[in-house]
Each structure stands twice: as C-alpha cells, then as structure tokens.
C-alpha cells in the first residue's frame, strides 16, 4: 500500500468551489470522484486548531483495504486539508470510495471529531454504515 | 426520511460504485472488512478508533510527540504560576467581538447540508433532537450552526450554539452526538476531573491580561462529546465554578 503524506493549502479555485465552509463552527466532510479530485477536510472559519485529517481512498466500496492514505499530519491551522488532485475521473470510469478521520488535539487530548463517508462529490457524509 | 426507501433508491448506485460483479452481499462484506482493518490501523498508531468511545490513560502512554509535550509542560508551568495558561487565543476575541462578526454570517438559504449561522436550531436539519442550553439561562441567544459533519438523509451530527450570558460573557456551547459522527476520544488522566454530573470533565481557562480570557469546560459520556466556551475580559476562578454549574444544567437538560 502505498502512504502519501500531504499537508496542503487547497487552491483558491477548490475553496471557491466548495461552498461547504465551516463558517461559523467546526465542520468535516469528504468528497469523491470531483472531477480530478479526492479529499477530506475540517475547517472553522478564522480560527485555528491543532487537527490531523486522515483521508483513506478505495478504488471502490468493494475493496477491503485502502489503495493509499493521505495524512495531514497534526498541524495548527484553520483548515486542514487531505486532498488528491489527479484522480477521482468519473468521465474515465473511476468510482472511488473515500473515508475521512478528522482528529483534533486540545490540550493534548486526541480527539475522533468525525468519520466522514463519500463516493460522490457532493457534501454529504455516508449513511450507509448507520 | 425512511432509511430502508433510501437504501432501496441508491442500492444501484452503490453496486455501481462497488466495481462490475459486486452484489449488496460483497459490499455488506468489504465494509465490515474496512471498518476492523480502519480500527486495527488507528489502534497500531495509538489513537482513538471511531466508535471507540472515550479512554483516559496516564499521559506517559499517550503518544503526545516531542511539541506536544513541551507544550503541556508549558501549559502545567503556567497554571502553577498564573492559574491560566498565559497565552492569548485569537479564538478569545473571536468570541468577543461575535456579536458584529455574526452579523454577515446569517445564511439566506436553507438548504438542507448548507452552513451558516441560524437564528435558532429548529432552521437546522439535525440527525437527532438537539437541546442544548436551556432559554432560561441564556441572556441574549447570537445564533446556532451546524457542526461537525453531514450525514445524508439524516442530518447535521451537532450544532454549535453562540450566546451571552450574565456573569460570564460571550460563550458558544457546541454539541457532538457520537451516533453520527463515530467520535472517541484518548484523554490523558492528569488532566481529568468528574466535576459534570461524574462524567470525564476537563477544564482549562487560557488567557493574557489585556487580551481577554478563554473559559472551557469539555465533558465526555458513550453518547456526546460536549465544550462549552465562554470569553469574558477579566480572570476569575469564579466564572470557572459557574461555566461548570451552567454545564451541568446543559448536561441535565440533554
């Protein structure tokens, strides 16, 4: 398996796009197959926090293990971004499956905030695991 | 919205994303699969698995990291010699000035994953029933926001309120219901205290003369992860027993 380690600022274009901000209050989600993209992210509007967000990527929803993982790593930061730009082509046929761990560290503690599901680009969590 | 219709409406879309071949019974199979080997791999690390519910171990086992250390001992040095961490939080002000801050934030639409800030929680599609803090011991109610994540045909998994209260400044009360989110925590035990209704309660006030100061009061139980925040300009152990007496009263009511 093959790890990948990123700590990104996402482009202005994918901020822009997005229109899933953690505005007012922390939030976490994942998207999948966004026309060149994978990624998980939390964010808070202007404040930053230690987080960590782990974004494992399937290459589909049958698969038992993922086919690489990207890790933030803990970082201060208002937004904390495990994006994969180069993949998740729907119009060449891929069907990626990808599950985010957002974690945070106040004071030392760790903390699972979220699991965050997608197969789709929209910005919705998976329900199917429910 | 009636899960089983739901299942029954994406099932073809699933199977599509399942790769050619793949019937519910395999996917049924991979995910239970993904979710051992999810829990294996974040055990090997050391940290919290989802579903895992809250572990409070000495920090010695905690695999805190060379920054991290140093910053607690930063953090216990300043507690012995101020009471507070002596440090001003941008998150201090942030609440302070909430009142002018809230006021472009309000979202015009209601859609239902949209963000944004809300005048009250019923404008929210929430997962489950979120209570909150009780009207009563809120003096002026700024806005609530969805938190933490969205979970398709069920809803937001917390909510974030913001508020003023008497005697304690401006606070923010956030909510995180580990049903929806998969939430668990590792807390180290020197920092742990029962003081919300015997629950894992930690409490810190970080702050600078002159900056303003941030009171929190985080509580843990099988159902919520649960921070309650307020700034207020002035140091006082005071506003800490009453950020714990309102705590429990938001314990109490949810």
């Known amino acids: ?130 | 919205m009636n899960k089983k219709l739901i299942a029954v409406t994406l099932l073809p879309v699933f199977c599509a994303y399942a790769g050619e071949n793949t019937g519910p019974e395999d996917i049924a199979k991979a995910a239970k699969a993904r979710e051992e080997w999810t829990k294996e791999h974040f055990a090997k690390q050391g940290s919290p698995v989802p579903d895992g519910g809250v572990t409070v171990i000495p920090e010695r086992r905690m695999l805190l990291g060379d920054e991290t250390k140093k910053r607690r001992i930063k953090e216990h040095s300043d507690i012995m010699k101020y009471g507070y961490i002596n440090q001003a939080l941008p998150q201090t002000q942030s609440l302070l000035n909430f009142k002018e801050i809230a006021k472009n934030k309000f979202t015009k639409t209601n859609g239902s994953n949209e963000e944004g800030l809300r005048h009250k929680i019923e404008e929210i599609e929430m997962a489950y029933p979120f209570k909150g803090v009780p009207v009563h011991d809120i003096t002026t109610m700024l806005g609530v926001a969805p938190s933490v994540n969205y979970v398709e045909g069920q809803g937001w998994s917390g909510a974030m309120q913001y508020f003023q209260k008497d005697g304690l400044g401006i606070c923010s009360y956030r909510e995180n219901n580990l049903k929806f989110s998969h939430g668990a925590a590792i807390i180290p035990e020197e920092d742990v205290t029962t003081e919300v209704n015997g629950k894992v309660t930690v409490k810190t006030i970080t702050g600078k003369e002159n900056s303003g100061f941030l009171y929190e009061v985080d509580w843990y139980d099988t159902n919520y992860f649960r921070e309650l925040k307020c700034a207020d300009s002035s140091y006082s152990l005071d506003k800490m027993s009453s950020l714990l007496e309102l705590a429990r009263i938001i314990d109490n009511n949810g």
């Open chain 1, 1 to 130: 398996m093959r790890y990948v380690s990123v700590i990104t600022a996402v482009p202005l274009l994918a901020l822009m796009i997005t229109g899933h901000a953690g505005l007012v209050a922390p939030t976490a989600h994942s998207r999948a197959n966004c026309a060149g993209f994978n990624e998980s992210i939390t964010w808070h509007l202007g404040h930053s926090y230690w987080w960590r967000v782990e974004s494992h990527h399937f290459l589909s929803l049958g698969d038992k293990r993922p086919h690489h993982i990207l890790n933030t790593g803990k970082v201060f930061t208002w937004r904390a971004a495990a994006y994969h730009g180069k993949e998740g082509w729907q119009s060449r046929g891929d069907h990626w499956y990808v599950a985010g761990y957002h974690f945070f560290y106040p004071h030392g503690r760790e903390v699972l905030d979220a699991t965050t599901m997608a197969v789709d680009c929209g910005l919705n969590g998976g329900w199917w695991d429910h």
